[in-house]
């Protein structure tokens, strides 16, 4: 009994005034690196290309969905060829660098994905991005 | 004044805010903003659209047409090749004229996911000059 009280004395003290610190010093990261996901999209079954690369500006980013029957979304609504002309035409006036990112599904008829492609030179937005997946090596 | 001065006195009372349970708060809200995050999923192929009706004329024997048909066959001039064989071809292609700008011409009804495997394999054979030859009605209806 007595010893045990003698170890009592000493018993071993981790700090844990820092780890609040800590964690929230992870949260202004997380807050820092996340953005919400604004719309929910179509199903889609992303195509694979090795190439793939990064778009670096997030801001610029606008994105197409295009589903595996040729259903169009720009936020959520859906639209056609025409109307994305018009949706983008005032995106590119607002943000001369943004990025078109067309989020297609690699079983729709590629006419739906070049007439996306013509509105999109209409509207004057030239730089485009197909979204793709990496490709698992070895293809 | 007073109160506080007999406050000390006291002694005992001194007001006391428990901080342990800050960590635990926060670590609530960064297991929510992990959970909710997404990181920069946005990657694919980037090309860049030409301007219409600012066309750029090219001499006939710099270009070099690739087409997809309906089917999703992928053709190098008139011949039928394989999909991971194209970069090979057009890189063989890009060594004996620099200048050679590839056309991808792919039909409405070819599979998307043709149209990027042969685009990727034109990304890897480090095509600079690519465009996207647009295809209007065909014979067939389809």
Redesign the interface.
């Known amino acids: 009994m007595k010893k045990i009280g003698e170890r009592k004395i000493a018993t071993p003290n981790i700090p844990t005034a820092s780890t609040g610190d800590i964690a929230f010093l992870l949260i202004i990261f997380f807050m820092v690196a996340t953005h919400f996901r604004t719309e929910r999209g179509l199903k889609i079954n992303l195509p694979q290309a090795e190439m793939t690369e990064r778009i670096l500006k997030r801001r610029n980013v606008a994105a197409v969905w295009i589903d595996a029957t040729g259903r169009m979304t720009i936020q959520d609504n859906l639209v056609n060829p025409a109307m994305i002309t018009a949706i983008m035409s005032e995106k590119v006036i607002e943000n001369p660098e943004l990025v078109v990112l067309l989020q297609a599904d690699k079983d729709v008829k590629y006419g739906f994905v070049t007439d996306v492609l013509e509105a999109l030179k209409d509207a004057r937005a030239f730089k485009v991005t197909f979204a793709t997946s990496y490709a698992k090596g070895g293809g | 004044m007073a109160l506080s001065l007999r406050r000390r006195t006291r002694g005992s009372s001194e007001p006391n805010i428990p ?2 349970s ?2 635990d ?3 609530l ?2 297991i929510f ?2 959970s ?5 999923r ?11 009706g600012a066309e750029t004329k090219i001499k006939a024997e710099n270009i070099l047409t690739v087409a ?1 048909n309906q089917t999703g066959q992928v053709l190098i001039g008139d011949r039928i090749v394989n999909v ?1 064989d194209v970069h090979t071809l057009v890189r063989e292609e890009l060594d004996k004229n620099p200048e050679l700008a590839v056309a991808l011409r ?12 042969v ?2 394999q034109l ?2 054979a480090k095509a600079e000059r690519i465009s ?1 030859v ?2 209007q009605e065909e014979g067939g209806g389809q």
């Open positions: 901080t342990a800050t960590g708060i926060a670590f809200i960064l903003f992990m909710t995050s997404i990181f920069s946005e990657k694919g192929l980037k090309i860049v659209l030409p301007e219409k997809v991971p792919v039909s409405r009804s070819a599979p998307y996911q043709i149209m990027v495997e685009f990727d990304k890897i996207l647009p295809v």
